[in-house]
């Protein structure tokens, strides 16, 4: 009986959560509320994905209703492949919080933030499990208003301002989205993502379908950080609690991905161009544009969150830059980098993190050797270090392979040796923030430290050793990543 409730409760299971975590007002009650929620959700993303596999796609009609008058739920391989990678890095990220928390938070704000925290995964699983257009973008605000109040809550007043550029940002992208869904409203009738698909095979060349795609695109691009859409994103990543930063970076730019997907694959049927704008090929520009100049950007910061926020919107690039190849092998590439993004800048805020518990700061002029008094929390952020650039035995280096090799089939040779090359930028700011940790004489901050504690080193090394496993035996994510890829570009699950 339950097993054929699992769709909804994905959603349901966060939001009572949140429900429950704010009634308690007590930080560490809210803390144990949401780690039994996420804990509870994950195990429900775990059995829609075997459920998945083993059936394929899974349909939950909300109310028992019909697509064309009520909310569907769908599960297939793609969604199921972000909601477990979401569920997942949440549950490690409510792990890490508690003692984070503690330190970054007055006590009385931890519960609401434990609230917050919950409600902006509810927000992103249903994003990823909603059949509706329109509620993709309820979902899409649910997570997006979680987000501007953890943001908010972090502790440098200019948290406040980051807080308020996202919201400005990303009221102007809901605004374009809900735009480009109501004039897909208007032109199929319906709302759900199935009958859209089946109606638009008759409108096709309709002018208001153009105007939809376009408006949709650059709505869920700001989303997403797409370069030059990013400015709010090293800010918000910057100055948010350092169990937020966690799981946004690991998680929310990675289902708007999704979302942009969604609609180049499965709405819009793979014809990423629009009308006669090149769709493709501008996508393909932006996000070689991200690999290079943000990368280049994190060179010259002296905030390591900074270095990491910037670093962020490089790798989009390399996600983007999938889609935008619209071939199984680069696809699949792109999404196997959503997948090891998500672990790699996950173990590298997680580490910076603890360096901010200990030494209550994150400029790098003032952690100079501390990898001798945190060496197991360094090496965790050394290891994210080398998944960023690339290097072979890590997790960057599979994604970043399958890219290639994608360009390469798609005739694009001078495209892969940008990806070759852009990984240069990664070696200079992960480079220079090795030497100071790892090789300069400890500065005074980085002499009073002593290593993290347990419950802040424990997730942090899941992620950092996921991040190496997956380098050496990529099987399991190379498969999700592959039947993903199929689904989008409309071959069977």
């Known amino acids: 009986m339950i097993a054929s409730h699992l769709p909804v409760l994905l959603i349901i ?91 970054e938070i007055s006590a009385e704000r931890v519960a609401w933030f434990y609230t917050m925290l919950l409600l902006c995964v509810a927000g992103l699983l249903g994003i990823a499990a909603t059949g509706d257009a329109f509620n993709a973008f309820v979902f899409l605000e649910v997570s997006s208003l979680a987000t501007y109040t953890l943001i908010a809550l972090g502790r440098d007043r200019r948290a406040l301002v980051a807080a308020y550029q996202y919201l400005i940002v990303g009221t102007i992208g809901a605004t374009l989205y809900v735009i480009g869904v109501g004039l897909i409203y208007l032109s199929t009738g319906t709302l759900n993502i199935g009958l859209i698909v089946e109606r638009l095979a008759s409108l096709q060349g309709s002018r208001a379908l153009t105007v939809a795609e376009a408006f949709i695109v650059v709505g869920i691009a700001l989303k997403l950080a797409l370069f030059p859409l990013h400015a709010w994103l090293p800010n918000a990543y910057a100055y948010a609690p350092s169990a937020a930063t ?113 030494a209550g700061t994150a400029r790098l002029d003032d952690l100079s050797g501390i990898g001798r008094t945190m060496p197991w929390t360094v090496a965790a952020l050394t290891i994210a270090g080398l998944a960023l650039i690339g290097v072979p035995g890590t997790s960057g280096f599979v994604s970043k392979y399958y890219l290639i090799l994608g360009a390469l089939e798609a005739g694009l040779g001078w495209l892969a ?77």
């Open 13 to 103: 299971v966060p939001l009572l959560g949140a429900v429950l975590a704010a009634l308690s007002r007590h930080g560490f009650v809210a803390w144990l509320v949401a780690l039994l929620a996420s804990a509870a959700t994950m195990a429900v993303a775990f059995a829609l994905l075997w459920r998945v596999q083993a059936e394929g796609l899974i349909s939950y009609r909300i109310g028992g209703w019909a697509p064309e008058l009520g909310i569907e739920y769908r599960i297939d391989a793609v969604s199921a492949f972000i909601v477990v990678l979401v569920s997942a890095i949440a549950f490690l990220t409510m792990i890490y919080a508690r003692r984070s928390v503690l330190a």
């Open 417 to 493: 040796i940008l990806i070759v090359a852009s990984s240069l930028l990664a070696v200079l700011y992960v480079g220079r923030i090795v030497e100071v940790v790892w090789f300069r004489e400890p500065a005074a901050v980085a002499r009073e430290c002593r290593e993290a504690p347990l419950e802040l080193l424990l997730p942090m090394w899941i992620l950092a050793g996921a991040t190496i496993w997956f380098g050496i035996d990529a099987e399991w994510p190379v498969g999700l990543a592959a039947s993903a890829a199929r689904v989008l570009l409309g071959g069977a699950p």
């Open 246 to 358: 966690v799981l946004l970076a690991s998680t929310a730019t990675k289902v708007a991905v999704y979302l942009l997907a969604r609609y180049l694959f499965t709405v819009f049927g793979g014809d990423i161009d629009v009308g006669a704008i090149p769709i493709s090929a501008i996508l393909i520009g932006l996000s070689v544009a991200a690999m290079f100049i943000p990368s280049a950007a994190a060179i010259f910061q002296n905030d390591v969150k900074r270095i990491l926020a910037l670093s962020s919107v490089g790798q989009i690039g390399y996600i983007t830059l999938g889609l935008a190849l619209a071939n199984q092998t680069g696809l699949t590439g792109g999404l196997l980098h959503l997948f090891n993004h998500a672990l790699m800048k996950g173990a590298a805020f997680m580490a910076i993190g603890a360096v901010v518990y200990r």
